[in-house]
């Protein structure tokens, strides 16, 4: 059993950056990939980012491709180093736990991901 809880989240003017955070508790978290997706007023949860329980691996949507950065500590930490912000990043960010065969296996696949956190509110004004 993982819980997750993340942190981070804000208002922030466009072009200005943030740094989301996800601790995760629970004695097996080297076990778990790791995601993060985002979800608009009214839009689907989409996959933003993913990173191998390994580390060595990661995974972007094609809409933060070359902004956002994904990374994990060995204390149980994922992190989303997000720059470039724009208006349409506006959204609730959500950290993810997923249970996948390899140690270099990502996944942008919702389904996949057996546990989640409550959440993390970031907007984007211009």
């Known amino acids: 059993q993982v819980q997750l809880v993340e942190s981070g989240g804000g208002l922030i003017q466009a072009g200005g950056s943030l740094r989301l955070s996800c601790a995760a508790s629970?004695?097996?978290?080297?076990?778990?990939?790791m995601g993060w997706f985002r979800q608009a007023p009214g839009k689907e949860r989409d996959f933003v980012a993913a990173?191998?329980?390994?580390?060595?691996?990661t995974y972007y949507a094609d809409s933060v491709k070359g902004r956002f950065t994904i990374s994990r500590d060995n204390a149980k930490n994922t992190y989303l180093q997000m720059n470039s912000l724009k208006p349409e990043d506006t959204a609730v960010y959500y950290c993810a736990a997923a249970v996948l065969t390899a140690a270099w296996e990502v996944s942008p696949n919702a389904y996949k991901y057996n546990y989640w956190g409550q959440g993390t509110q970031v907007t984007v004004f211009s």
């Open positions: 990173i191998s329980r390994s580390g060595s691996n």
């Open positions: 629970g004695r097996t978290f080297s076990t778990y990939g």
